[in-house]
């Protein structure tokens, strides 16, 4: 008996992952009682990052601006690039400031059982920014599985040829777990005991 | 080290019941990474709704019109009318399907505590709706809380002048329930066994 227009907004959110159908329900309810506080600054939020929203083209990572805000910022040390798989992974390891570097998002990982092949990932995009000469150390930080561990594999073959320090993270991490579920602790032990690849 | 833009978003998601910072986070990067299957989707819902946003001005229930759906149902029965203490009350309640009859949403429950009175809810109202004769049955749905019972026994009162039939909820609800987080089968049984207030 709720509208359809209410209905859709119930289905809407209840696509976003943490909330199912019920969830979703009382967000909206709490969404049409609590117009001003909640209705109106999600509405006016997501206008805002829908319009400016984009892929960065140097990194990979999502923001409000391409270049990202990770790769215009003058702070941190652009000789030093951190791969990840997905940009979950970048915001986790940029939430724990644990790396002063720059990152480079290859969009998944090496996988027969998908189909995914080297060519479907950002690895031209990475040799490119590691043959331009513009980095001295390339952290393979994918997730500790058997993909992500072939991924880093294929990666360090790939880069073994450039002038650069080639790293992993330590394998302190727990076996299949995956860098965006870990607390900063394991994170930041992970990254300290970073060795070069064999 | 999100942007501003994200950071909003995430805020803003955060503040719904179910969402904490960190699921918001999740469910900002799903937004952000599927665009056009979730983000855009919840962005045309929310500006619907919030373009068409209403209190019904009989019932008081939230709807994308006014008078609500409810109110405008042919097919309930116009004679009777189950009163809640809030929307989410009424939501409940049609969802079961289980009364067949309009609503009246108090916006509240009588409470010395937080010092609501009677001029403070939705009970002048309801009383015009009584008098205009428009109304069979009365059927006072409050929570089973002392507040609930307090209110109802209020209600009552006001309306016993009245040539309609008061009854109110059966106490099959556990104590200290809300309505609101009840199954159906526990709503339907209360429904069933409602009876006259004494
Ligand atoms: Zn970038
Ligand atoms: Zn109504």
Known sequence: MASVEIDQLTNALARLPGLGPRSAR???????????????????????VD???????????VDTSDPCGVCTDVKRDARSLC????VSDLWA???SRLFPGRFHVLG????ALDGVRPEDLGIDTLIGRVAGG?????????????????????LSERLESFP??????????????????????????????????A
């Open 26 to 48: 009382r967000a909206v309810l709490h969404l049409l009682k609590k117009r001003e506080g909640t209705l109106v600054p999600l509405l006016r939020a997501l206008e805002t």
């Open 51 to 61: 319009a400016k929203l984009a892929t960065c083209s140097i990194c990979g990572n």
């Open 83 to 86: 791969v990840v798989e997905e």
């Open 93 to 95: 390891l940029d939430r």
């Open 108 to 111: 998944g990982r090496l996988s």
């Open 134 to 154: 513009e980095v001295d150390e390339v952290v393979l930080a994918m997730n500790a599985t058997l993909e992500g561990q072939t991924t880093a594999h294929y």
């Open 164 to 197: 650069v320090r080639i790293t992993q993270l330590a394998h302190g991490l727990p076996v299949g777990g995956e860098l965006d579920y870990l607390d900063e602790g394991t994170l930041a032990q992970a990254l300290r005991a970073r060795r070069p690849v």
